[in-house]
Every structure is written in C-alpha cells, then in structure tokens.
C-alpha cells in the first residue's frame, strides 16, 4: 500500500478511512499522540514512544483500547503493509466517542493510526530557526492532540524560510513547534528542564545519554534567547530530525564553534538508528 489508516480496526489508504463525528479528537482535540520512524519494517524506540503515550493517557484519565503489547504488536504489522524503506508512524488515542459535551465520556479510548512513507532529515544539513513567544498552555509535558500553537509556529517557520520556530517563555528557551532544542557552551551540553514546559524528547533523552557516553556535561537548565544566539551549538531534536546543527536563527549566523562535539552527538544518535533498524535485526 503507498500509506495505511486505521481506525477501531478498520484498515485502508488514509484517504478513505473515515472518523465518526462524535469521536472526541473530533470537537476538542481530546487525546494524545505518538511517533515513531520506522525502517525496514522496524519501529525505532517503540518501546519508548509506546510507553509515553501510554503515560499521557494515564495523566489525562484517558483509557486506551489496547494494551501496550497488543498496541506495539499491531503496529510491527501494519508497517508490514506499507512500501518504501523508511516509514513514518502516527498513532493516537482519543479520549472517546459521544454527543459533543465537554465533560468525559464514558468507556475506553478510539485509536487511530497512520503510517506514510518518510525518511529522516538529511541529519548534516543545519537548520534556519525563526523565534516567537511561547504562547501554548502549561501542560506541554502531554502530547496533546491539541497542536494550534504548534501549527501556528510551523506555519511562522515556513513563511520565513525557516524550519523550526523556537519557544521563549518569560525570556527562557523552552523548545521549538514540534522539536527539542539544545546548545553546547564550553564543551557542556545545556537543555531546557523536563518541566511542564517542554515535552520530553524521545530523542531529547537519547542525546543526554549520548553526552554522557562521550564525557560532554550535561547541564538540564533554564537558558535564555542570548545564550542560544551566542551558543558554541545548537542542536535540535526530534524523531524524525534526529540531531541537527543549527547555522542561523532569524537570519543572523550562529554556533558553528563547537563542530567536533556536534558531530560526536549527531553522528551517534543517527548511527544508533541505522544499527538498530538494520534489515533482518530485532533490537525490541
Ligand atoms: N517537542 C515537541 C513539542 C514535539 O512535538 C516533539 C515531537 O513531536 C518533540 C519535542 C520531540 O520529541 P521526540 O524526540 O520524542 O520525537
């Protein structure tokens, strides 16, 4: 198939699969999501993803129809299904079906999947990031359905020529529309805190351990747009960016003095997912 939907069960291209109106996601945006890419058929860091889906349901009081063994099977299936090499997977969980009223319904959640032929960023090409002010809610710890301000930014991004949007809270880098942002100052590696108001990057964990694999301190701490601008490095993370350098932020060049420690990360975390995604090898 040249990409695959499914819906409660059902099964077909994207394009026909259709969604009852009184699913929740529907009216309120009521659930969350996951992500994962995917290569040779192997889901990269299921485990991970699963699990966090699985926790946000968990902090929104949202019952999933599966559990996570039945969720993470059904998902190694599918991607079966579909062409190419590299796979992008969607999946989430709404909070359940009903007339529109703000107050939960009652019963397990509906699951929706899509998976669609993608590959990971050309993961040496270094991005241009705009910057605008973090205007989302405090709960950016859950992977909401609820995306406006994120659409928004990437809209911002995009108009500007840019990849990425980047977050300033209270004049504090959280993180960018739909990414994880990170800078190496004097050879130490600074992220934002895992607080309520950033999400906690797969990918994101992967480069704290990958820093301290390497004997790159790691510092998870509050640091402002002047730091970012006069940062050795930038590196922003994500699923399907994995780890890449940044070259300007609102046109202006910035990083670029730190490259031997932007490649150790970089080049690390992109080889783990070509090692663990190799045809014919299981790493789950
Ligand atoms: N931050 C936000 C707001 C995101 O939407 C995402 C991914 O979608 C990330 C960070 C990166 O998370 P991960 O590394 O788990 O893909």
Known sequence: ????????????????????????????????????MCRNNIPYLL????NRLYQNCHLL?????????ELSHLIKELVKLVDGEEKFVYFHVSRGSGIREHTFTEGKGNLCITIKPQKVDNVFEKMDLAVTNDYRYSYCNIKTLNLLPSVLSAQLAKDNRCEETVFVRDGYITECSHSNISILKNGELITAPADKHILPGVTRAHLIEEARKHNIPVREEKYTLDDLYSADEIIVTSSSKMARGVKTICRK???????????????????????????HERRE
Do not use: Q
Not at 6 to 35: C, H, K, Q, W
Not at 253 to 278: F, H, M, Q, W
């Open 253 to 279: 060049p910035v990083g670029g003095k730190d490259e031997e420690r932007l490649r150790i990360l970089r080049d690390s975390i992109y080889n783990s997912y070509l090692a663990s995604t190799k045809a």
């Open 47 to 50: 485990f991970e993803h699963v």
């Open 1 to 36: 198939m040249k990409n695959l939907g499914y819906y409660n069960g059902r099964v077909g291209l994207i394009e026909e699969i259709s969604v009852p109106m009184t699913d929740r996601a529907f009216y309120f945006g009521d659930g969350v999501y996951d992500a994962v």
């Open 61 to 69: 009081g949202i019952t999933p129809p599966k559990t996570k063994e």
